[in-house]
């Protein structure tokens, strides 16, 4: 069984009635709920000590979620340091949404994962585009979103290995939305919905995607790395 953690700031759902209404135990509760059957599931939140993420924690985890949004400077860089080296390791790692934004994906992506974005963005159609992977597994080949904030191209991260989703948006945007990388052993997976205003992760299809990704960032075996000089 999966060790997944869910790390989540846990902040707007406790500062604003509108999003607690959404989620009144926070996201990482629903998300929790979306994971709990097959996998082993903990969440994290910011203001535990160390942000819930010591070493103990990091090291029982094979899989970790991440959803920030307005606190990304409030975590502190021995965490970031500590969340980078499990990936290079082997953990996998999947920010969600704003996530895009934390310390730790841009740590592991090296730029500014900078994009545009309209908080009412209308409805989202989701495409499979590479319907082989099996993160898409049990997917239709799109899935609509009622009503979602809009993030648009350009998206200032690497080019990624494999490109799951693409949006597109009333407003005629597009937007890479499912993004797979691998860095060191770890695989990463961004996956753009989820904002905090809307119940996107109560959405069948999204926890679905949630478990595939789950599954394909988890660590695997492979022939040991070695370093520096050879006899």
């Known amino acids: ?19 607690a209404a959404v989620y009144p135990d926070g996201i990482h509760e629903t998300i929790a709920d979306a994971l709990a059957d ?30 920030g949004h307005e606190a990304h400077d409030e975590v502190a860089d021995d965490v970031v340091d500590r969340v980078r080296e499990r990936v290079l390791e082997g953990m996998g790692f999947i920010p969600l949404h704003s996530a895009h934004y934390s310390k730790p994906f841009k740590r ?11 908080e009412d963005g209308g409805t989202e159609r989701l495409w499979v585009v590479d319907p082989g992977h099996s993160i898409a ?7 609509e979103l009622p009503r979602t904030e809009m993030y648009g191209e350009p998206f200032d991260v690497p080019e990624p290995d494999r490109l799951v989703f693409v949006s597109w948006f009333e407003g005629g945007e597009v937007f890479r939305s499912g993004c797979c990388y691998r860095r060191g052993n770890g695989r990463i997976f961004y996956f753009r919905p989820g904002h905090e205003t809307y119940p996107i992760y109560e959405n069948e299809a999204v926890r679905r995607v949630l478990r ?3 599954e394909w960032a988890s660590p695997t075996e ?5 370093f520096g ?3």
């Open 229 to 231: 000089e050879r006899d």
């Open 1 to 19: 069984m999966v060790a997944v953690t869910i790390w989540n700031e846990f902040r707007h759902e406790r500062e604003d009635d509108d999003v």
């Open 212 to 214: 595939n990704a789950v």
């Open 222 to 226: 492979g022939s040991p790395r070695t």
């Open 108 to 118: 592991l992506m090296g730029t500014s994962c900078s994009l545009q974005y309209r």
């Open 38 to 67: 097959d996998h082993e599931v903990r969440t994290a939140t910011l203001d535990e000590p160390e942000h819930g993420l010591t070493e103990a924690v990091l090291d029982a985890t094979d899989v970790l979620l991440w959803w």
């Open 137 to 143: 597994d049990g997917l239709d080949s799109s899935l």
